[in-house]
Each structure stands twice: as C-alpha cells, then as structure tokens.
C-alpha cells in the first residue's frame, strides 16, 4: 500500500490536454491522495469535479473557446505563446505552492513551468501525454526538418535564445527540445496503436496505458432517433471549428441521404444560419456529448484529434479523417493505416467524396473487424487504474530512496 501524497497536475486551459487526465486525477483522490491541479480559470469547475483542489493562475493563451485564427499560422506563431505563458505563469506558480510543495509533479506536455518547478523542488515529474511521443529518430525526421527554416530567421533565433535563458535562469542546463520533448518519464494517454513509430518509442520511459475514459453522463445524454438506419456524427473538435464551407458538404452528403440521421457540432464560431437549409433528418449543434454519440453512432468524420480518434476506436466506430491542424494529419495517416478510416484533405471534402467514402466503410465487414481487435487491444492496456498503479510506483520508488 503506497503512503498517501501530495501530487501536483499542471496543465492549459484546452479541453484536449485537460480531458484525457481527469480520470487519472479521479482515481488518485479516490486512492486518498491529495492532488492539487494548477489550471487557469476556465476550467476550474471541470476539475475541481474530479475531486482535486484547483490552484488558480492567470494564462496569457487563447482561452479554450477562442477562434482558432487566435493562434496563429506558422510554426513560431503556435509556439512563442506557450514560451510567453510560460514566463509569466512561472512567477505565479511559485506563490501559489509556496509552504505546499508536493511529492510529485504531474503535468500535460504543454506546461512548461511544471518541469521548472519539479527541478526547483526536488521531486520527481511524470508528464502525461495526450497526444503521441517521441520516437528514435523523431528529430531527424520530424523536428529537424520542420524547424530548418524558422531556425534561421531573426524571429526563430530569438525564440531559442529566450527559452535557452529562461531555463538557464531556473537552474536548468538542457536545450529547449528536449527540455519540451523528452521527458524523463511518461505516461501516454493514447492507445499504442495511434502512436506513430510505437515499436522505436523507448518503452523505459513512457509507458502507453490507453484512454482512460469514464462515465460521462454529466456531459449529457443522447438518444438515436427510432428510425435511423445509420447515424453519422461530424465533429471538429473543440478549437479548430470554424469551416461553414465543410459544413455545407456535409449537408449536402449526408442531409437527404435515405435512412440516415446526421449529428453535425459546428462549435461556438459558426452562425448556424449560415448553413442554409436544413433538412429535417439533421440536429446541427455547437456542441454535442461525443462519446455518448459515439457509442451509438455507425460513422465519425472527425478532425483526427488524439483524443477523438481514441473515442473512435473504443467505440468501434469507423472513421473519416478530415485533419485540421497539428498532429492530426499524422493521426489520419495513422487510422487509414491501421483500415478503420479514410483520410480525405479539407479542400477534397466535397459531399460527393464524402457519401461515397461513408457508403464505402460502413459496409465493409473488415473494417468493422479491425475495429473490433483494436477495442479488444485497447481493454488490455489498462487505461486508468494502470496509470494510477504507475505513478504510485514512482512514488514508491521516491520514498525508498529516501530511506
């Protein structure tokens, strides 16, 4: 039986890097844990309903219902706002646990200041990825190229050079890179099979343990319609949400489709007016209680999000990839590989393409069958009760040197 501690969860105000950890947080309390979890306001009551204490601080990110077009278009567009939350938060951080360090520090991939402050305070950091990790070779095939050209302009020099600085000034000698990307231990909230590369993932250091999803009735309920012979659901995500176009195509492909029943979430920045008619087999929502939709659902056409696609899978359901932004294009790659999805570009989603990707896979008896290895493959993961398990041995291992 592990002593009970004092853990530490920091992490963004983004529903994707919060979501796929409140059930781990969950389990911790319930463990008799006391798990403290900094978090900007906004998503305060997501987790303080996890059982754990928020610890509020001030974010200078677009909020999580923030028009997309907030971040930006390039690579150093997405990433100086991590670097310059970062700066500002750490200061905050530091009064907020002042007098009530923890034993451990747990944090998503995108809270910098966790790793300054575990290094500050001695105890070990596990990070918990909502998304895939690094494999060998994922610099020189990945990181590398992708930051060749920005590296040598003005801006992306200046970039390094801050972060460089920022860590040197809190005591820390490693490059931003695999100070960002190379944690010293982790925990993958994905299923192995939407890793890429997953057998050159060094398995000593993250240990993938599924999706750790729950009862989420609190999110609501959903009912199929009784006489819906198939029923498709259309979701972006929570971010990237902003394509009437792509909504348009939808309707045209699965509105009038005869015995079909379309749930389209067009989120918080579309006007549903601008849609134009809607035909009378169509619920068009800004937001929708995906996993209980899915459960019932015959078709997803989804952006491809780490923590969508891992809804798709467990819930056998098969898949259009329509990828928006980030590692979802990897992940649509990754799903068509695997035969349980299609991944069609935005620009090559008309409705025509559309229809006929969907009559395709639902009537396909191997993609169905693939679905259902990988539901099975994920239950063996272990998903929530293995995390806890894991970061309670780390734990453990802490106190046995202490001895």
Known sequence: MTTTAHIAMFSIAAHGHVNPSLEVIRELV????RVTYAIPPALADKVAESGAEPKLWNSTLPGPDAD????????????????????????????????????????DIASYPARVLAHRWGVPAISLSPCMVAWEGYE????EPMWEEPKKTDRGRAYYERFQAWLEENGITQHPD???GRPDR??????????????????????????????????GDWRRPADAEKVVLVSLGSAFTKQPAFYRECLR????????????????????????DVPPGVEVRSWVPQLAILKQADLFVTHAGAGG????????????????????????????ALGVARHIPTDEATAETLRETALALVADPEVAARLKDIQAEMVHEGGTGRAADLIEAELAAVRDEER
């Open 186 to 219: 982790s925990l993958v909230l994905i299923p192995k099979a939407l890793q890429w590369n997953a057998n050159r993932v060094d398995q000593s250091v993250h240990s993938f343990v599924g999706a750790c999803q729950a009862d989420r009735t609190a999110e």
């Open 140 to 143: 020189q095939e990945v990181a």
């Open 253 to 276: 492909a699965f509105g009038d489709l005869p015995g079909w029943h379309l749930v389209l979430q067009i989120g918080r920045h579309v006007d549903p007016a601008d849609l134009g």
């Open 68 to 107: 997309p077009e907030a971040w930006g278009s390039t690579l150093l567009d997405n990433v100086e706002p991590f670097l310059t939350d970062a700066i500002q938060a750490l200061p905050q951080l530091t009064e907020a646990y002042e007098g009530d360090e923890p034993d451990l520090v747990l944090h």
């Open 30 to 33: 319930a463990r008799g844990h």
């Open 309 to 336: 696609s891992q809804e798709g899978l467990a819930t056998a359901t098969p898949m259009i990839a329509v990828p928006q932004a980030a590692d979802q294009f990897g992940n649509a790659d990754v799903l068509q």
């Open 178 to 180: 695999p100070f960002t």
